[in-house]
């Protein structure tokens, strides 16, 4: 059973940073993408930033330079690195990736950016 497992969200000052993680079990990661989501109360799940098996990116217009995403196909590990954080960036965040079968979520994790 393939499952993702995201850490790393908390409360951070408007400025400040955090470390986003998921950890992928259950199937050989390496070709799939990894993506981050993010969802607010009320709102639909938003795409924030992808990673292709041959490690290409591609961010939302709104991330504006201030994520990274990255991989380690070895630990099995897609990260977001998130800089400069807005009171709008609050949001639970998810990891997800697209399989033949339909797309794998995980549980989410909490991130708010308040003063």
């Known amino acids: 059973q393939v499952q993702l497992v995201e850490s790393g969200g908390g409360l951070v000052q408007p400025g400040g940073s955090l470390r986003l993680s998921c950890v992928v079990s259950?199937?050989?990661?390496?070709?799939?993408?990894g993506n981050w989501y993010r969802q607010t109360p009320g709102n639909q799940r938003e795409l924030v930033a992808s990673?292709?098996?041959?490690?290409?990116?591609y961010y939302e217009d709104f991330v504006e330079g201030r994520f990274t995403i990255s991989r380690d196909n070895a630990k099995k590990m897609v990260y977001l690195e998130m800089n400069n954080l807005k009171p709008e960036d609050t949001a639970t965040y998810y990891c997800?990736?697209?399989?033949?079968?339909?797309?794998?979520w995980g549980q989410g994790t909490q991130v708010t950016v308040s003063s």
């Open positions: 259950g199937l050989d990661f390496s070709p799939y993408a």
């Open positions: 997800n990736i697209h399989m033949d079968s339909g797309p794998v």
């Open positions: 990673i292709g098996g041959d490690e290409s990116h």
